[in-house]
């Protein structure tokens, strides 16, 4: 078992940066991979970034170039960050951290993020 707690989200103005933070905890040795998805009001949840245990991320075209994702493993730490630069409106999400462990996909509760002027 993972569980997963996100932190960061707030409200914004356009043109601004927020930093997402998930602690994951519980089976953490096993993680393969982590990641981020959002959820915009009315629509379907999409994949925005991921982190493989070697280090590879991929990003959604959307965020490319915006959003960088990166992971701490230090010190039994198994933190994932999203760091959010020229947020737009679009932005504007519950955005979900998860994790890939043993093959099963783990979810947080959300953090809501508000881009709004």
């Known amino acids: 078992q993972v569980q997963l707690v996100e932190s960061g989200g707030g409200l914004v103005q356009p043109g601004g940066s927020l930093r997402l933070s998930c602690a994951a905890s519980g089976g953490i040795r096993s993680i393969y991979a982590m990641g981020w998805y959002r959820q915009a009001p009315g629509k379907q949840r999409e994949w925005v970034a991921s982190?493989?245990?070697?280090?590879?991320?991929?990003?959604a075209d959307s965020v490319k170039g915006r959003f960088t994702i990166s992971r701490d493993n230090a010190n039994a730490k198994n933190t994932v960050y999203l760091q959010m630069n020229s947020l737009n409106a679009e932005d504007t999400a519950v955005y979900y951290c998860?994790?890939?462990?043993?093959?099963?996909?783990?979810w947080g509760q959300g953090t809501q993020v508000t881009v709004s002027s």
């Open positions: 998860t994790a890939v462990c043993d093959g099963q996909v783990y």
């Open positions: 982190i493989i245990n070697d280090g590879r991320t991929n990003y």
